[in-house]
């Protein structure tokens, strides 16, 4: 599929993705706040201002008579656009203490501050707009209702090409964080995000937007499957993940199968759904709310770059968590290869992981930590590979000499594995070294005691014995659970680690249902 491609648009004259206005819906208005200490000034500025628009949206009045009631205002308004602000209220300076307020203890940059005063002695013009940021300044004399009106149109300019400038910023700054760390999970919901929000500054429109997966192939012979929320922003930031049909409102996801349903993009006044593919074949969706009115030319190629973009993303993270998922796969089967010469089924390594991976999370280790460990856990026997099968599969108890042969497959596995540059690979050769430690000493191969032990060979060697000792094995029965448990309890300080055992002991449900869920 050529880079132009990329989006399809409807055509402008089908009636079935055509609203009744070209008109942009009205969105949430622009607050100005009024702070004067005389109520007449509130009455003549609604009065001078009522029915201005600018950019579609009309005014909103919020007003505050001291200085006091105007800092908690603003606190409540964060998102006001123009302050007018009386400078003489309950004290000389309370407007001025007020612009200090919004700048520095609010930390408000964007909102645009109108200074107005019947006493411009008293406030120096050059000194108050450099000391305390602001933006204009006017005699209550001086402003008519024309300048006002003037004032009010420059006022929201500018206050909206700040506001897309700040959108900007924190986009950008979502798709830089997102960047560095494409191989986690949540990076694909932050890229996305951040280029979202660039483009709904760029193109003005509604804070609300997201992006799913159309829950097709553009090429008919691939299975379709229901479409899930990438990720989201405004109302849909929380969504990620979740089926579309069971989180859009009705007529948005109507939208989304008309999209769907045709191949291409929906543009109505009151939103914009983009239909576009990725080179592996897969449709997406990205929906914007505030309307296309009139798109030009430039919009269109907007449009076209983002998706481009996007779907180019999509395809680079994809291949990068198949190899992800490639990668764990095969050490997960290396590591079963040590239980089926062994005669003992693959889904010890597989319930030994997920032992292991509860452990870390209850430990309060960090979900890197403890998705790594999960992912080592399984090579922990590796080394029975250079055990000879007589001795691995002997039916019953092994003599002193046996059992030392045994022993040897911990520095065997820690051969096979050390040496690597790669994380996954080290940390699965500390336990295969090291989870037949024991916590008071006395274990294999180094007899070392304690926190001298790894703390990942420390929960491999709980987690292995439990499972050991509950599974059948050629020279043994299984135990039954309270006899495994009870073990378990006994070498608490001994064998085991006891904060460890507390651990998995006060999570006994959990653990059960890990060895429901995958029985032999």
Aim: net charge negative; hydrophobic share 40%; with cysteine.
């Amino acid at each position: 599929m050529a880079d132009n491609d990329i989006l399809s648009f409807a055509a402008d004259d089908d009636p079935a993705f055509q609203s009744t206005s070209r008109r942009r819906p009205c969105q949430k208005p622009w607050k100005v706040m009024i702070v004067d200490d005389e109520p007449e000034v509130h009455t003549i500025t609604r009065l001078a201002l009522s029915g201005l628009e600018y950019e579609g949206r009309p005014l909103e009045f919020v007003s505050a008579f001291s200085g006091k009631e105007a800092k908690a205002l603003i606190e409540e308004n964060m998102d006001t656009a123009i302050v007018f602000l009386d400078v003489v209220m309950e004290a000389e300076d309370a407007g001025l203490d007020v612009a200090h307020h919004i700048r520095d203890n609010a930390n408000n940059r964007l909102t645009r501050i109108i200074l107005r005063t019947g006493h411009p002695g008293q406030v120096p013009e050059r000194r108050v707009i450099v000391e305390y940021d602001i933006n204009d300044y006017k005699t209550k004399t001086e402003l008519t209702a024309q300048k006002l009106f003037t004032a009010v149109v420059s006022g929201l300019r500018a206050y909206a090409d700040l506001v897309i400038i700040e959108r900007n910023r924190r986009g950008l700054e979502q798709i830089v964080r997102a960047s560095a760390s494409f191989l986690k999970a949540q990076s694909m919901r932050q890229f996305v995000q951040g280029a979202l929000t660039q483009l709904v500054a760029l193109m003005r429109l509604g804070e609300n937007a997201f992006c799913c997966d159309s829950g097709c192939f553009v090429t008919e012979d691939r299975r379709n499957y229901p479409p899930r929320i990438v990720a989201g922003i405004g109302e849909y930031d929380g969504y990620a993940g979740q089926p579309a049909e069971k989180v859009l409102p009705a007529e948005i996801l109507a939208s989304v199968r008309a999209a769907i349903g045709r191949r291409g993009s929906v543009f109505t006044a009151e939103r914009i759904v983009l239909f576009f593919a990725s080179s592996g074949g897969r449709g997406n969706i990205i929906y914007l709310e505030g309307g296309a009115h009139e798109l030009n030319a430039f919009d269109k190629e907007l449009l076209s770059v983002f998706c481009a973009n996007v779907a180019a993303a999509f395809d680079n993270i994809n291949m990068i968590e198949e190899l992800e998922r490639t990668r764990r796969e095969i050490v997960r089967r290396v590591g079963a290869v040590a239980e089926t010469r062994s005669e003992e089924t693959g889904n010890h390594v597989h319930r030994v992981a997920e032992y292991c991976y509860l452990l870390g999370q209850m430990l309060g280790m960090g979900e890197a930590d403890s998705q790594m460990l999960k992912e080592a856990a399984p090579m922990h026997d590796i080394g029975k590979v250079g055990i000879p099968d007589a001795i691995l599969n002997k039916p019953g108890k092994l003599t002193p000499e046996e059992f030392e042969v045994m022993k040897r497959h911990a520095e065997i596995g820690y051969k096979l594995l050390s040496g690597s540059r790669g994380r996954l690979l080290d940390v699965s050769a500390t336990i295969a070294h090291e989870h037949h430690e024991r916590y008071a000493g006395g274990g294999y191969p180094r007899n070392l005691k304690g926190e001298d032990i790894s703390l990942f060979g420390r929960i491999v060697a709980v987690a292995d014995v439990f499972d050991a000792l509950s599974s059948p094995r050629c020279y043994k029965p299984a135990w039954d659970l309270d006899k495994t448990f009870a073990y378990l309890e006994e070498q608490r300080g001994r064998q085991f680690d006891p904060q460890l055992i507390d651990l998995f002991l006060a999570n006994r449900d959990e653990v059960l249902r890990i060895r429901e869920s995958l029985k032999d």
